[in-house]
């Protein structure tokens, strides 16, 4: 097809009225000519747009199937072939569509299946490679299948062959692993055997020492990844690791740890390296990961592979506690970067070893000392004080080079130790004004803990700085003192200020409750108007003020129509989950008088993770048996196995009681607390495993309150 001819329609066509991820579609003409002009770096420019337009993030909209047919043009015309067909490839495999019917786009870039079809013989490799990619990418199997698999008797490329191996275990997985069953063999190309590999676990066969084999032949895999168009593949290894795991059976599990228990232990650096990575994702799967693979992950830390353990360790926290001595030893090392991330690992894992090392260096030890205040992973209990490390911080606080994060983390560090620091509470006296935010609070927390007269001063400082400073300074001097007079003055000109934080505000006078009567008027007149903009902060600030208004009021006739717009306006909207989350758990707090909520309650049954929030509200404000428990019990528990606010689940089977619990339920409920594969699967990364261990705990909770087995 001539090139010229490949724009033919382009201006006529309408691409105001389509839209991609950045709006209206009208600039796709101008970044279609550059693609096809002969400016190389424009044209390299066009098609980056293109991604970033067209396939956001791997989403598609409508203008990526009305974008289809002239990619596919340009792309038989033989230019730019291989990235056009990739990207019309990326943009057929994609299920996240926006804006459009399921499959619409799929559906587009399979109609341009005659002009990316002859692409399959092309002289060229890379374009043979993406043109396979591409037309199995439109899962168009009665059309594509018979010509991928004459293909695979002609073609002797290695790559493209492994292409096309992937290709037909996609589109047809037993005839792919028919396939591979002859590919798996050490005398074949290692991109072959990775994607016999990979065709035989499409397929759900059982994996077996061949194909422990052949993917341990592959490693360092990586690098053979990276050369296929299958980008959640990019890691090989790690793939494999994740798909025997999904299987969830016992004898996927063992073989997963096998497989990386060989790699970790392998002799080649960038084997082991791989096998960190691969191990990493396992543990926050896999619940039995962890003690599986610390006999070969311990061996690393001295060995030259510190670097790349030390992050998987400090994930699992107290798991790792046998790693102690081999990271006390590394934190003592010459290499201050190496020795500092070494702390910080050894502060989660044992930190009654870290806190006398942490004390050395202190102002070089970034990451020893994030970890000890608490930041890089949840705090249970606080930080071992010590007195060398109680000298170290105040020197630190005495230097002028405080910056960025720190004097948060040395600050954090001594309110934890609570009076035991006492000795610090002049230097945060002199700190308060250049730190208010972390300094007033520790104040509070040590002069709590101190003999009277040290209280009084204290007390008088955070008076001093209260009037003008932010507002938890006059939170700090109320919580010391339990005096509410300039707490209450600070948050009336919090709530005049139209700049001011309302949300937080109205949270610390919802907590002072009916001694905080004098600033009902001001909460009142803070509430969103008919013109208010419908924003996750608007919304958020509503219920912060309808639920401080009920704790200090008790008035329902202004609470509960606010919270009934809240819903009203959250309603549908993806984006303000959390603010009707938000509103159902303030809504739990009327009790009867919430009862005209139900309606908007009941709604949020529909969504998981709003179903424990909902469930606690409306075991508050419904009449008494008007609702069915059981039937409640079986939505919460099944927002708790889709990871949807599991730990408020619990809460919502506890106030259900043991009467909705039915024989399924509990078995359900061990396999939540007791099932190798983790219910927490996603949030910061350092967190995920110590949150999922929490909620095991929770749910086991629940079992034992229940009086009854599984």
């Given amino acids: 097809m001539d090139l010229v001819r490949a724009l033919d329609g382009l201006d006529a066509h309408p691409w105001a009225g389509t839209t991609h991820a950045y709006g209206q579609a009208e600039d796709l003409p101008d970044v ?20 970033g337009s067209v396939l956001h993030q791997g989403t598609v909209y409508a203008a990526s199937a009305e974008v289809a047919p002239f990619l596919a043009r340009i792309a038989a015309a033989g230019h730019r072939s291989a990235d056009l067909l990739r990207l019309l490839g990326d943009m057929a495999g994609s299920d996240d569509e926006y804006g459009v019917e399921p499959g619409t786009v799929r559906r587009a870039v399979a109609a341009q299946l005659p002009l990316m079809m002859p692409w399959l013989g092309d002289p060229d490799p890379s374009v043979r490679q993406a043109a396979v990619w591409a037309v199995a990418q ?25 292409e096309l191996l992937g290709a037909v275990a ?18 074949q190309p290692a991109q072959l055997r990775l994607a016999a590999v990979f065709a035989r676990l499409d397929a759900g066969g059982a994996w077996d020492a061949a194909h422990h084999r052949a993917m341990l032949s592959t490693l360092p895999a990586s690098p053979l990844g990276r050369e296929r168009l299958d980008l959640d593949r990019a890691e090989p290894l790690c793939a494999v690791v994740e798909e025997l795991l999904r299987r969830g059976t016992e004898a996927d599990t063992v073989a997963a740890g096998d497989l990386l228990d060989a790699a970790l232990r392998d002799e080649r650096a960038d084997v082991r390296a791989e096998a960190v990575w691969a191990a990493d994702r396992a543990c926050q799967m896999s619940r039995s990961a962890p003690r599986r693979l610390l006999p070969a992950l311990l061996p690393l830390v001295t060995a030259g592979d510190a670097r790349g353990v030390l992050s998987l360790l400090g994930k699992l926290g107290p798991i790792a506690a046998q790693a102690a001595p081999a990271l006390a030893e590394l934190a003592e090392a010459d290499d201050d970067d190496l020795a500092d991330r070494a702390l910080g690992v050894l502060a989660l894992v044992a930190p009654d070893r870290a806190a006398p090392l942490l004390a050395r260096d202190l102002g070089k030890r970034p990451w020893g000392l994030d970890a000890a205040a608490g930041f890089r992973a949840p705090q249970d209990v606080p930080f071992p004080f010590h007195p060398e490390l109680l000298s170290a911080v105040r020197a630190r606080l005495a230097e002028d080079d405080l910056t960025g994060n720190e004097p948060i983390q040395l600050m954090r560090l001594l309110r934890q130790w609570g009076g035991r620091a006492a000795g610090a509470l002049p230097d945060l006296y002199e ?18 803990e101190c003999p009277p007269g040290e209280r009084r001063r204290a007390a008088q400082v955070l008076r001093v700085q209260a009037p003008d400073g932010p507002l938890p300074v006059a939170e700090a001097h109320y919580e010391l003192t339990g005096e509410t007079d300039v707490l209450l003055a600070r948050l009336a ?3 005049a200020d139209a700049s001011g934080d309302t949300a937080r505000a109205a949270q610390v006078a919802g907590r002072l409750g009916a001694v905080a009567t004098e600033l009902a008027d001001a909460l009142r007149g803070a509430l969103s108007g008919a013109d208010a903009r419908d924003v996750s902060p608007v919304l958020d600030a509503d219920v912060a003020l309808a639920d401080a208004l009920w704790r200090i009021t008790g008035d329902a006739r202004t609470v509960v129509p606010v919270l009934d717009s809240v819903f009203a306006r959250a309603a549908g909207e993806r984006w303000f989950r959390w603010s009707a989350i938000r509103a159902a758990r303030a809504a739990a707090l009327l009790g009867p008088v919430g009862r005209p909520l139900v309606p908007r309650l009941e709604a949020l049954l529909k969504d998981p993770e709003q179903v424990p929030a909902a469930v606690l509200a409306l075991v508050a404000v419904a009449e008494e048996g008007a609702l069915d428990h059981r039937s409640l019990a079986d939505l919460v528990l099944a927002a708790a196995e889709q990871e949807a606010n599991a730990l408020e689940a619990c809460d919502a089977l506890k106030v259900l009681g043991v009467d909705a619990l039915t024989a399924d339920h509990l078995r359900r409920l061990h396999d939540l607390a007791e099932g190798d594969r983790r219910v927490i699967r996603s949030g910061v990364e350092n967190r995920i495993i110590g949150a999922d261990e929490l909620l095991r705990a929770r749910v086991r ?10």
């Fill in 138 to 162: 439109t899962r168009a199997a009665d059309t594509v299948l018979h010509e991928l698999l004459g293909r695979w008797g002609t073609e002797r490329e290695p790559l493209v062959r492994a």
């Fill in 431 to 448: 700190l308060l004004t250049r730190f208010p935010l972390p300094a007033a609070p520790a104040v509070a927390a040590i002069a709590a």
């Fill in 170 to 187: 996609g589109l047809d997985p037993a005839a792919g692993a028919a396939l591979a069953q002859a590919a798996l063999g050490p005398e």
């Fill in 32 to 51: 279609l000519r550059a693609l096809t002009g002969d400016d190389e770096e424009a044209a390299d420019e066009a098609v980056s747009e293109l991604y």
């Fill in 701 to 710: 909770a629940v079992v034992a309150a229940s009086g009854q087995a599984p």
């Fill in 493 to 495: 000109k919090e709530l």
